[in-house]
């Protein structure tokens, strides 16, 4: 066989493994986006109700806030605008995490192979996982600023309603066309700095302990009972002939 056939013959991540993991990363990303989205458009509404009782108690106007509270705020929103607005900008926020997902995750493992590199005992010094994971998660987030931007302003479009001001936006392309035609590209990106330093934040700690978990488990993998070790590797096995029929199982039971 040669070596294009052999090739060919190979499952799709094992011939494109950066594509494989920022498609299965990017999937991810969005259902967990689509199940939390409800948490996160109430904790914006709850920072826009903080702002906006400042500037009342500024102007000595007396007026309370229309909710309080986690709970009771979701529960305004649903009552009021219905249950499908808990996922006001649900659209662009899952653009975010396929873009942010995406990019951080293969950012992450072209530092660790290519650019920090392992060890020559295939081991990844922590302090080399902490720049990885800090840089990727700069790297991704940067490029996830506008759809970032979006999103938030997505979210903010049904408090304007109740306040009987008019919606800015037809929609989430209308929304990035706006933006851009009175901001230019750069307004796409404002507020990205303090994004980005959070999530190189948030990345230090999450893609470090992620990576540093997963190879001392690997590399510690006699110490794990073999009956566990055979089982996820069947598991695995299974997992590979149902989405890449034909695939080899390096001999593992289907």
Known sequence: ?????????LPLPQRWPRASKFALSACAAAVAEL????????????????????HRDGAASGQAAPYRGMLRTAAGIVQEEGLGKLWQGA????????????????????????VLCRA????????KAVVGGMSAGAIGQF?????????????????????????????????????????????????????????????????????????????NTPLVDNSVTHSVSSICCCWQCLFWPGSSCSGNPC
């Open 1 to 9: 066989m040669s070596p294009a056939e052999e090739e060919k013959s």
């Open 35 to 54: 199940v939390t989205f409800p948490l996160d458009l109430t904790k914006t509404r709850l920072q826009i109700q903080g702002e906006a009782a400042v």
């Open 91 to 114: 659209t662009p926020a899952i653009y975010r995490h396929i873009v942010y997902s995406g990019v951080r995750m293969v950012a992450y493992e072209h530092l660790r192979d290519s």
């Open 120 to 127: 020559e005992d295939k081991t990844f010094p922590l302090w």
């Open 143 to 219: 490029f996830a600023s506008p759809t970032d931007l979006v999103k938030v302003q997505m979210q903010t479009e049904g408090k304007r309603k109740l306040e009987g001001k008019p919606l800015r936006f037809r929609g989430v392309h209308h929304a990035f066309l706006k933006i851009l035609s009175e901001g230019g590209i750069r307004g796409l990106w404002a507020g990205w700095v303090p994004n980005v330093q959070r999530a190189a934040l948030v990345n230090m700690g999450d893609l470090t302990t992620y990576d540093t978990v997963k190879h001392f488990l690997l590399l």
